[in-house]
C-alpha cells in the first residue's frame, strides 16, 4: 500500500503562490470534466469500471459505503465523506461488499440529463450507498507532467480533524446537492468535484518526497525552477540556454550542467519536447491552424515547426490531427 496516500493536515484555501513553480504546475491543471455521475446503489452492488487511459476518475462517496479494488492486491473501504482521486483511470472495481458480483459499468442502465451529466439506479435494494463521481482530463503539458508523476490513487477524508473545515463542508454540500438537486445543480456538482480533484493532487505535492532528480526536483529547485516557470508561461519566445540561464542568475555552463543534472536532458531538447506536447494538444483540442499553432509553440515558419514536430513525435502534424 506504499503508493496509497492519504490527506494530512490542511489550513483553508490559500492563495496560489505564483512566484512557487510548481503551484505555477498546479494553476495550470486546466481540468476539462468530460463526464459526471450520481450513482444511487442498494446492496448488494458490484460496477467493474474500466481502465479510461489518460483520465483522472474522482469517486467521492456522500452517504454509505463502497469497498474499492485497485486490481494490484491493494483493496480500501471508502466511507461517507472519503473520497478516491485515481490520476491514471486505471481500471478499479467497486462493490458494496467484497463479495458482491459485478457488473460492466456499461452495461448499467443511466439517466442523461446532459451530453456530459447523468444519474444511476443499481442494485439489490438493500442499504444505500450514494457516491458522486467525475471523470476529467488535462490540457496542459505542465499539467500532464504533473499529472505522470502521481500514484495510482490519492486518498482524501473529511473525518480528519485537521484536514480544514472547508473540505468538510464541500462534501456536506456534494452529498446535499446529490441528494436534493437544485436549478443548476448540475454545474455546482461538476464545480465542486473540479475543486476536490486540485484539493487531492495539492495535498500529494505537500508531501512528496524531496527527489534529488526529476522534473519535480528541477521545478523545486530555487534557480533553476525559475527559469522553468518563467519558459512555461512563455513558450514561444526566442529561448536560448543564455537567456535562461540570465533568469535563473546562473552562468550559461553552469545552468546547462545544473539542468542535465536534476532532469537528464539539454535544455534545448527539453524546450523543443515541451513545445512539441504544447502544440499536441492544440492540434487535438483546437481548430487553429498549423501556421497559428507553429507561432504559439515559437517557430517562425510552418515548414520549421512540421520539421521538429515530425522529428519529435515522428508525424507530421497534418496527420497526427488525422488521428
Known sequence: MSDIVTEENHPAP???????PLNEALHLLNL???????????????????ELAKRLVLIVVTEGKCVLDLKNGDVLELGQGQLALLPHGGAV?????????????????????????????FGGGGVMTRMTCGVLKVDHAAAERLIELLPPVILLDEFDLLAGRWVEGTL????EEARNPQPGGETVLTRLT???????????????PDQQTGWLAALRDAKVGKALQIFHKEPE???????????????????????KELTGEGVMNYVTRWRMQLACSELKNSGSSLAGIASAVGYES????????????????ASFRKL
Not at 94 to 119: G, M, Q, V, Y
Not at 194 to 204: E, G, P, T
Not at 245 to 250: E, F, K, R, T
Open 172 to 175: 456536506q454540500y456534494l452529498a
Open 93 to 121: 472495481d467497486l462493490r458494496d461488499h467484497p463479495c458482491s458480483p459485478l457488473t460492466p459499468l456499461f452495461d448499467i442502465p443511466a439517466k442523461r440529463h446532459s451530453p456530459n451529466f447523468e444519474t444511476m439506479s
Open 302 to 317: 510552418e515548414a520549421a515547426f512540421a520539421r521538429a514536430f515530425k522529428r519529435v513525435v515522428g508525424q507530421t502534424p
Open 32 to 50: 476539462s470534466g468530460t463526464f459526471y455521475c450520481v450513482p444511487e446503489l442498494t446492496a448488494p452492488w458490484g460496477i467493474a469500471v474500466p
Open 194 to 208: 473540479d475543486i476536490l480533484v486540485v484539493q487531492a493532487i495539492r495535498s500529494w505535492l505537500k508531501r512528496a
Open 237 to 259: 519566445a526566442s529561448w536560448t540556454i543564455e537567456r535562461l540561464a540570465q533568469h535563473a542568475g546562473m552562468s550559461r555552463s553552469a545552468f546547462a550542467a545544473r539542468f
Open 14 to 20: 490559500v492563495k496560489v503562490d505564483r512566484h512557487d
